[in-house]
């Protein structure tokens, strides 16, 4: 999971990559990839600040710049981390249409986002290490 991460910030942070292979193939699959190493955290890090909605959600990572995570790819993971007791999940009433199910953290939650920020905190010094930053 966090060989992906280092991966994803070297993408991320990599322009003359993203030029390269802008055209799909490579940097397409290794972008999804990485992804999936990192989302769960990325995820946890906006619950924490308010409680939000699946699609909300998904808004808040496209705002973000993570364009690539599509709505549908979402609630397995919020479904898993209910599970795991990291997000508590609640039906609340919708202004619009049915309720909405808002996640909030939990407390197992806090300690798996620290968990993950502190180990990108180390995968973020490695990289910049290797490039003589």
Known sequence: MYAYAILFYKLATTRYLAKQYSGGGIMDKTQ?????????????????????YGY???????????????????????????????????????????????????KQGEEALHTFRDHWQQLKNAVHKLEGR
């Open 56 to 106: 909300e959600l998904s808004k808040k990572l496209y705002d973000a710049g993570l364009n690539m995570v599509k709505e549908g790819s979402i609630y397995p993971l919020l479904l898993r981390m209910e599970k795991a007791g990291w997000v508590d999940a609640t039906l609340k009433p919708s202004p619009a249409g049915p309720n909405r199910k808002y996640y909030k953290l939990t």
């Open 32 to 52: 999804s990839q990485m992804l999936k190493g990192i989302l769960e955290g990325c995820i946890l890090s906006i619950i924490e600040k308010e409680e939000v």
